[in-house]
């Protein structure tokens, strides 16, 4: 049975630090593009960071710079190091594997970043 679990979500300040993990079991996610998403209240899901099994990696504009997303193979592990975060980072940050026509997601990790 595949899973993905999702962790390292908190209350932070702004400015604060982050580390988002997510580990993957039942299956190996080598060949698979991991991504991380999140979804704030009342809003839509939107893309946060992706890296693909060829290692390209893709970030939305409003985290460029400031967000870093990693993956170990070897752990079958996805990582979002999350700096300077700001009141609007707050949402819900879920985890994605995906391939072809497969994708697999997590129940997501609280983020919320104080005023």
């Known amino acids: 049975q595949v899973q993905i679990v999702e962790s390292g979500g908190g209350l932070v300040q702004t400015g604060g630090s982050l580390r988002l993990t997510c580990a993957g079991s039942?299956?190996?996610?080598?060949?698979?593009?991991m991504g991380w998403y999140r979804q704030a209240p009342g809003s839509r899901r939107e893309f946060v960071a992706s890296?693909?099994?060829?290692?390209?990696?893709s970030y939305r504009d409003s985290v460029k710079g400031r967000f870093t997303v990693s993956r170990d193979n070897a752990k079958n592990t996805l990582y979002l190091q999350m700096n300077n975060l700001k009141p609007e980072d707050t949402a819900v940050y879920s985890c994605?594997?995906?391939?072809?026509?497969?994708?697999?997601w997590g129940q997501g990790t609280q983020v919320t970043v104080s005023s």
């Open positions: 039942g299956s190996s996610f080598s060949a698979y593009t």
């Open positions: 994605t594997a995906k391939r072809n026509f497969l994708s697999y």
């Open positions: 890296i693909a099994d060829s290692g390209e990696i």
